[in-house]
Nanobody
Framework: QVQLVDSGGGSVQAGGSLRLSCQAF???????MGWFRQAPGKEREGVAV???????SYADSVKGRFTISQDNAKNKLYLQMNNLKPEDTAMYYC??????????????????RGQGTQVTVSS
């Protein structure tokens, strides 16, 4: 059984930073992990992924501002978000999958996901 628990969301002003965390329970060897987000009235959007070999990829909208990382010893996934913008406001979800392509455009369809954590950025 795989379980993901997100945390770290909050409210910040534009230009601020937040770090999201995702605690993973289960065996995540060779898994692809990532984050996606969904704003009210909008489609889900893949944000970032990290493969089991440590390679990463990002949505164009967050490149240079967000960094995905993982601590395998702690089974934790992180998303460091800097220079936040109002358009980053959304519910953020961590997600994981075993097998398949570890690409950011697929993260919205990963089989395991957390409960979500809200990020609100004010101008």
């Amino acid at each position: 059984q795989v379980q993901l628990v997100d945390s770290g969301g909050g409210s910040v002003q534009a230009g601020g930073s937040l770090r999201l965390s995702c605690q993973a329970f289960g065996d995540f060897y060779n898994y692809c992990m990532g984050w996606f987000r969904q704003a009210p009235g909008k489609e889900r959007e893949g944000v970032a992924v990290i493969d089991s070999d440590g390679s990463t990829s990002y949505a164009d909208s967050v490149k240079g501002r967000f960094t995905i990382s993982q601590d395998n010893a702690k089974n934790k996934l992180y998303l460091q978000m800097n220079n936040l913008k109002p358009e980053d406001t959304a519910m953020y979800y961590c997600a994981s999958t075993y097998g398949g392509s570890c690409l950011v455009r697929f993260v919205v369809d990963f089989g395991y996901r957390g409960q979500g954590t809200q990020v609100t950025v004010s101008s």
